[in-house]
């Protein structure tokens, strides 16, 4: 399903998104508040998109590429990911290049990710951010997102235990 929104397209991902994706993984600075450190190997990230490929085609999850509609520039990606058919619920997620950051690009491609989760009954929507990550945090509570919790030491990166926020949304 492609989404289109008043600057974005959001279409399917495809193994020819990987040599996209891989300079933004790649970025330590865009990982920073990433489950996995900075992905400098494009094999690992090409593995990374056959993963949700297959997540996709199993209806587990779905990942779209994100790009600017006047030049189908890439920006990142979005997901509706651990998809739970049966409580109509999911976790959204998001990824975008430096350049893309303080545009409004991931509001916009988030919020149209919600509004088709709506469309196809999901009824509760849940995200998680590291601790410290404050731009994304922003986000989440500007689309509408509630702060629902605090797990201490969630994520194990690269030996260093992280604090995650839990956030929630009732559609």
Same mark, same amino acid.
């Given at each position: 399903?492609?989404?289109?929104?008043?600057?974005?397209?959001?279409?399917?991902?495809?193994?020819?998104?990987?040599?996209?994706?891989?300079?933004?993984?790649?970025?330590?600075?865009?990982?920073?508040?990433?489950?996995?450190?900075?992905?400098?190997?494009?094999?690992?990230?090409?593995?990374?998109?056959?993963?949700?490929?297959?997540?996709?085609?199993?209806?587990?999850?779905?990942?779209?590429?994100?790009?600017?509609?006047?030049?189908?520039?890439?920006?990142?990606?979005?997901?509706?990911?651990?998809?739970?058919? /049966?409580?109509?619920?999911?976790?959204?997620?998001?990824? $975008?290049?430096?350049? @893309?950051?303080? &545009?409004?690009? *991931?509001? +916009?491609?988030?919020?149209?990710?919600?509004?088709?989760?709506?469309?196809?009954?999901?009824? /509760?929507?849940?995200?998680?951010?590291?601790?410290?990550? $404050?731009?994304?945090? @922003?986000?989440? &509570?500007?689309? *509408?997102? +509630?702060?629902?919790?605090?797990?201490?030491?969630?994520?194990?990166?690269?030996?260093?235990? /992280?604090?995650?926020?839990?956030?929630?949304?009732?559609?």
């Amino acid at each position: 399903m492609i989404l289109e929104t008043e600057r974005l397209i959001l279409s399917p991902v495809t193994e020819e998104d990987a040599p996209l994706i891989h300079p933004i993984m790649a970025d330590p600075e865009v990982m920073a508040h990433m489950d996995s450190m900075a992905i400098d190997d494009p094999d690992v990230v090409g593995a990374f998109i056959t993963g949700q490929l297959i997540e996709m085609a199993n209806e587990q999850s779905f990942y779209w590429s994100v790009r600017l509609n006047v030049d189908d520039r890439y920006l990142g990606s979005v997901d509706l990911s651990d998809i739970d058919w /049966r409580h109509h619920r999911a976790e959204v997620g998001f990824i $975008l290049g430096k350049d @893309s950051w303080g &545009k409004g690009y *991931g509001y +916009e491609a988030v919020q149209a990710v919600l509004g088709h989760a709506a469309t196809l009954g999901f009824k /509760r929507l849940w995200a998680r951010t590291h601790v410290g990550n $404050l731009a994304s945090e @922003s986000l989440l &509570k500007k689309l *509408g997102f +509630e702060e629902e919790g605090y797990l201490r030491r969630h994520v194990d990166r690269e030996g260093e235990r /992280r604090d995650c926020r839990l956030w929630g949304m009732l559609l």
